[in-house]
């Protein structure tokens, strides 16, 4: 490998044009006779739309246009859906209600589109939509999820009797019971796992431009699965035939999960600007991202684990209500079902497992998938579950989990997942050394002398990754096959341009695609080129989201490099008149093994283009395109352990120490790697401390709707990150990858949560353990 490939600490390649300012974001984009847009939303959560009156606002100044619902029906643009069938335990198809881009006849959250206004400046676009007149006859709404079910709830969706939209299970029943009645302990939990908002730092935006000389579309927009997009706007919501629509995503300032989906207003826009006849741009103010972007987690749930009399696991039920909030956005039925319930079996060797998902509409921000989608919401369960367990058996948190691990693999787990390889007790050991666990009750002592409560927590988790394969989440109800392309260009001057279906908002596609390639052709870094985020220029691709660009796009890659490679020996043997099979590629140039005979790689390529000396029969260029579609998901797991201090008197909690030991199969740029580690335990901190999203339970209104209400992390709530990885190569994909954008968001969580209960000790304690509720719960524990 050369010195820029598999393994080494490069400097990502794009962060150049980002931290000079040169980076190109949708709200960048301009293109000639190009007008704004700004949406009118319901300020209710849930009413009838009586009359729209928008005479007024046409009439002002610099309004090109302001169209309504019934002008969009009208036009034959499709209701949004969600893509992955999931049926209820009884059999019948979940109730998906329908979502019109902009309401036509009610709104159901605060937020909801209702109108779009077009005008020559943005300041003009706004200041007509408020001069939009609507009259409403406000509804009784409801936003937690518990009270949906409620007797009196209010009917949110005709479709959907009891705003019940699945009642879904996993596993089996009969032998869970049968597990429980030979139980020798059981432990019970109810666990609310809070909502949160995505907050990418940069806001949502979309860009239509209608060419009418051309017939044909095109959308800027800021999606993690541009593809993805054009083929769901084409086939479903009819805004264009998929040959006359072309969608672009650009640089694009984090994602998150929450820009997986195809929203109302790149819709709206594309429609707009067909009817206006000007390009149509929106870009959403921060208030609008905290009110429409989908939101993530928000689950309640009772769970139970059976033990025997040696506390080795034999059961685990787990009943679950999952808030979808109000529409059914794109991934939304597959987040509390096939991506959290299918990892209830953890890190253990669990028997018997039986799952209940209960999902249910509210008068709330649709909620999706957010960053580690359901394996956040399984990790904190089990985990907590775990930790609970081990102090009611007085033993050791790290003993019962070890206790517990799965060590022989591959494993077949109750709830579809089939674990290919791991070590669970090499990242335990890791972390254990790392973070001193042994001396810990000298530490809590020494805390004690300083009037602080000092608690020690665990979490040992696992993801599924790679979300994949095709047939096998087809049977499962995905609308869509969960394979990646690639192709390889190498130009006639030996450049190389790698396009690929894997769309980078933040992950270092640029640097670490290009590390396989010069790695593999032992080129010069800056000779490749990362192509990506532009359905004009890549064939096919299904986009980032679930870790699953290195597992399944850089395999995609791979592939398409064995056909390079393959033909590249065969020009070259051809020139140096050697045997094919005794040519290797080292270091920018094709040699004959043992001998001093070579042809550099430049040469190689324009032979391949002059064509004049082509073995018989070759065709000329060096091209090369594949698709990879995996056999199995891949699984990174690890250990993290938290270590904090609370203040009794206030309630503050500070983290002292958090250690990540991790296991992402095979590393193709470590510091990469840290920086996504590092990331995700950001945001599972902000999660478990500082984050939750939080509705007016009468009126629905969103009151955390901005950086004033909503908490988010500073660098001063977080500690210095302890990261390691021992890794154990998956073999589900030719390069043994397993992904690792999502596991600190994942395991995080349960490890801060299990040491503040370890501190204060109680267990009454909900997500975020904001100063208040520590203090609360402090209170609690010492009046019992």
């Known amino acids: 490998m050369g010195i820029e490939g598999i393994g080494a600490r490069v400097a990502r390649k794009e962060d150049k044009r980002f931290i000079t300012g040169a980076g190109r974001y949708v709200d960048d984009m301009v293109v000639p006779g190009m007008k704004h847009a700004a949406f009118v939303r319901s300020p209710y959560a849930h009413a009838q739309i009586r009359k729209i009156d928008v005479k007024a606002a046409q009439a002002m100044p610099g309004v090109i246009a ?12 499709g209701n949004l859906i969600c893509g992955w069938m999931i049926h209820s335990k009884d059999g019948s198809p979940m109730k998906m209600g329908a979502w019109s881009p902009l309401a036509v006849d009610k709104v159901r959250y ?50 959907a009797e009891g705003n019940l939209i699945f009642d879904w299970e996993i596993g089996n029943v009969k032998e869970t019971e049968a597990a429980f009645k030979k139980a020798a302990h059981v432990v019970k939990m109810d666990v609310v796992n809070n909502r949160l908002v995505p907050n990418a730092m940069e806001p949502r935006a979309a860009l239509g431009h209608y060419d009418k000389a051309e017939d044909h579309y095109t959308c ?19 805004v264009a035939p998929e040959n006359k629509l072309r969608v672009i995503a650009p640089d694009v300032g984090g994602g998150f999960g929450s820009k997986i989906y195809i929203y109302p207003e790149e819709i709206v826009c594309l429609w707009a600007s067909k009817k206006s006849g000007v390009p149509v741009k929106w870009v959403a103010d921060r208030t609008e991202s905290f009110l429409c972007d989908a939101h993530g987690r928000d689950h309640v749930t009772h769970a139970e684990m059976a033990f025997d009399e040696n506390h080795k696991i034999l059961g685990f039920k787990v009943d679950t209500m999952a808030n979808l909030g109000a529409y059914m956005s794109l991934f939304s039925s597959a987040t509390p079902t096939y991506l959290y319930a299918t990892l209830l079996s953890g890190q253990y060797d669990i028997p018997a497992i039986h799952g209940n998902v209960k999902a249910l509409y509210t008068n709330t921000a649709p909620v999706d998938a957010y960053r580690g989608a359901g394996r956040p919401e399984a990790a904190f369960l089990v985990e ?35 674990y290919d390889a791991g070590d669970f007790a090499a990242s335990l050991d890791a972390a254990m050394k790392e973070a001193d666990y042994a001396g810990f009750a000298k530490r809590k002592a020494e805390a004690a002398k300083r009037g602080k409560l000092r608690g020690i927590g665990m979490s040992c988790y696992i993801e599924a990754c790679g979300i994949a394969p095709s047939a096998a989440v087809g049977s499962l109800g995905a609308g869509v096959g969960l394979w990646e392309s690639a192709e390889v260009r190498v130009n006639a001057v030996g450049t190389i341009e790698v396009l690929t279906g894997s769309h980078s908002h933040g992950q270092g596609h640029e640097t670490t695609f290009a590390q396989l390639v010069a790695g593999r052709l032992g080129v010069p870094l800056d000779s490749i080129s990362i192509v990506h985020g532009d ?7 299904m986009g980032t989201y679930g870790s699953r660009s290195g597992a399944v796009g850089m395999s995609a890659i791979s592939k398409a490099l064995d056909k390079v490679e393959a033909k590249a020996k065969k020009i070259a043997a051809h020139l140096m008149e050697a045997d094919e099979g005794d040519i290797v590629i080292e270091n920018g140039a094709l040699k004959v093994a043992g001998t001093d005979k070579s042809v550099p790689w430049f040469q190689v390529a324009l032979a391949s283009y002059t064509a004049h000396n082509l073995p018989a029969g070759m065709e000329p260029g060096l091209k090369e395109t594949a698709f990879y579609d995996p056999s199995n998901f891949t699984f990174p797991a690890g250990c993290y352990i938290c270590e904090v201090e609370v203040d009794p008197d206030t309630g503050v909690t500070q983290i002292v120490q958090f250690v990540a030991a991790d296991d992402f199969g095979n590393v193709i740029n470590p510091m990469i790697v840290e920086g996504q580690v590092h990331g995700g335990i950001a945001q599972g901190i902000g999660q478990a401390l500082l984050e939750g999203a939080h509705y007016d339970p009468d009126s629905g209104q969103l009151l955390t709707a901005s950086y004033m209400d909503y908490t988010m992390p500073r660098a001063n709530d977080l500690p210095s990150f302890k990261v390691s990885t021992s890794n154990t190569p998956s073999p589900s994909n030719p390069l043994g990858m397993k992904g690792c954008g999502e596991a600190g968001a994942i395991g995080s969580p349960p490890a801060v949560i ?9 267990e009454n304690l909900t997500m975020p353990a904001t100063p208040q509720k520590v203090w609360a719960a402090i209170r609690s524990a010492t009046k019992h």
């Open 535 to 541: 359905t004009d220029k890549v064939q096919m691709g």
């Open 110 to 159: 605060v937020g909801d589109a209702v109108a779009i206004v077009v005008a020559e400046t943005k300041g003009q676009a706004r200041d007509a939509a408020e001069a939009v007149e609507i009259t409403y006859k406000e509804l009784k709404s409801v936003a937690e999820v518990t009270e949906a079910v409620a007797k009196g709830a209010p009917q949110i969706h005709p479709e």
């Open 754 to 762: 299990n040491a503040i209960t370890d501190a204060i000790g109680t």
């Open 384 to 418: 907590r579950m775990m930790e609970v367990s081990a102090r009611q058996f007085g033993m050791s948190p790290a003993e019962l989990r070890r206790k517990n691990f799965i060590t022989s693999f591959p494993h077949q787990t109750p709830v579809i997942m089939n």
């Open 66 to 77: 302001v169209l309504t619902g019934k002008e969009l029906k009208a036009d034959g643009i």
């Open 220 to 238: 800027w927009t800021t999606s993690q699965n541009p593809h993805v997009a054009r083929l769901v706007m084409s086939a479903f919501y009819n």
